[in-house]
């Protein structure tokens, strides 16, 4: 899940950035900055040849990456991003998104906890609006690992052999993790914290056999390389399951971590009533059936009556009969400031050559 990942990437022209045909400034076409999951065509082209557009598209990974591509493009270059949902309140501080009209959107039919108004809404408007959510919890194949060893979260770490875990490189929902696993409250992290949650990623980090991003850890899990992720979860084992069902995914006793994405349109976007019909597109029933179960990694949801849709066997891989439940059980990713961000990517830097 590449939209979960902290990355330096690059910013390039915008010239240079879009996937498929047409160009920036054409007419018939849309651009739009996103994660992986996106790119499926079952996801696009209902839209394309509902709207007769070209969408274009280009995958990004973490939220500063976004922002870099965004100052260093021309106004109206691009139409539409999607964004981790605590995000969306930098993006609307920085001046990048554009008010959406709430009355469009079938929020109604989503999962109550989904809406996340504190995040998607700035001084009473909307800016954007949840479309998928999942965990990042434990995976694990259970061929060889007993499930009831991985109620307790400190324990995973603690007491498997080294180089039974593979460990999710993203730094932010994996210190959630482990701050859950200690009975912190993720969304009142502080410095205070740190000393703490360092000593439980060294100790993760020397029963580990690698620290991989979304590939690389669906790698280790299916080739047997690793038989535990920290930081994985539905996204990292549905696409596997048709061939391997033994991988799969739990959430311990202390929880997890949610991570939720939103969609928005950008400020400046030249095709404002385009982009709006692609965002009301995305949190359809239809679209959300696409998005869920992507090529790329799947998620549940945010619209409820996705359910209709969705096979008996995709919800059950989606274990969407418990969602109620894991909701309760989940807490959202650190939303650190300035400061507190940068101690906390020091200290993931710190476990990585650890």
């Known amino acids: 899940m590449n939209h979960l990942r902290f990355s330096y990437v690059l910013a390039l022209p915008a010239s240079l950035m879009l996937t498929g045909t047409g160009s920036a400034q054409a007419a018939d076409s849309l651009n739009a900055l996103v994660w992986c999951d996106h790119t499926d065509p079952a996801l696009i082209e209902p839209f394309e040849k509902a709207h007769d557009v070209k969408v274009n598209l280009r995958e990004y990974e973490g939220t500063g990456a976004a922002f870099a591509m965004l100052e260093q493009s021309r106004p109206g270059d691009w139409d539409v991003l999607v964004i981790d949902t605590v995000d969306v309140p930098r993006a609307v501080a920085a001046g990048l998104l554009?008010?959406?009209?709430?009355?469009?959107?079938?929020?109604?039919?989503?999962?109550?906890?989904?809406?996340?108004?504190?995040?998607?809404?700035?001084?009473?408007?909307?800016?954007?609006?949840?479309?998928?959510?999942?965990?990042?919890?434990?995976?694990?194949?259970?061929?060889?690992?007993?499930?009831?060893?991985?109620?307790?979260?400190?324990?995973?770490?603690?007491?498997?052999?080294?180089?039974?875990?593979?460990?999710?490189?993203?730094?932010?929902?994996?210190?959630?993790?482990?701050?859950?696993?200690?009975?912190?409250?993720?969304?009142?992290?502080?410095?205070?914290?740190?000393?703490?949650?360092?000593?439980?990623?060294?100790?993760?980090?020397?029963?580990?056999?690698?620290?991989?991003?979304?590939?690389?850890?669906?790698?280790?899990?299916?080739?047997?390389?690793?038989?535990?992720?920290?930081?994985?979860?539905?996204?990292?084992?549905?696409?596997?399951?048709?061939?391997?069902?033994?991988?799969?995914?739990?959430?311990?006793?202390?929880?997890?971590?949610?991570?939720?994405?939103?969609?928005?349109?950008?400020?400046?976007?030249?095709?404002?009533?385009?982009a709006e019909s692609f965002v009301q597109h995305v949190v359809s029933p239809e679209g959300q059936a696409a998005l869920a179960t992507s090529s790329c990694y799947w998620g549940m949801p945010a619209n409820r009556k996705t359910g209709d849709i969705l096979s008996e066997e995709q919800k059950s891989v989606l274990r969407w009969d418990q969602q109620d439940d894991y909701l309760a059980r989940s807490q959202l990713y650190p939303s650190p400031d300035a400061e507190l961000d940068a101690a906390m990517q020091d200290l993931w830097f710190e476990m990585l050559q650890y």
């Open 98 to 274: 554009a008010p959406l009209d709430a009355q469009a959107l079938p929020t109604e039919d989503f999962f109550a906890d989904i809406v996340m108004p504190s995040s998607n809404q700035v001084n009473g408007e909307t800016y954007a609006v949840t479309e998928k959510f999942g965990f990042n919890t434990i995976s694990y194949d259970a061929e060889t690992v007993d499930p009831a060893d991985l109620d307790n979260l400190l324990s995973i770490w603690g007491d498997e052999p080294a180089g039974r875990i593979a460990i999710y490189d993203y730094y932010l929902p994996v210190i959630g993790l482990v701050a859950t696993g200690l009975g912190m409250d993720t969304s009142e992290l502080t410095q205070d914290d740190l000393p703490a949650i360092r000593e439980e990623l060294l100790k993760m980090k020397e029963n580990a056999g690698s620290v991989g991003a979304v590939v690389a850890s669906q790698t280790a899990l299916a080739t047997g390389e690793a038989d535990i992720v920290v930081g994985g979860g539905e996204w990292l084992t549905a696409v596997l399951s048709e061939e391997q069902p033994n991988l799969t995914w739990t959430i311990p006793e202390q929880g997890a971590v949610r991570w939720s994405q939103s969609i928005a349109v950008l400020a400046g976007s030249e095709k404002s009533e385009l």
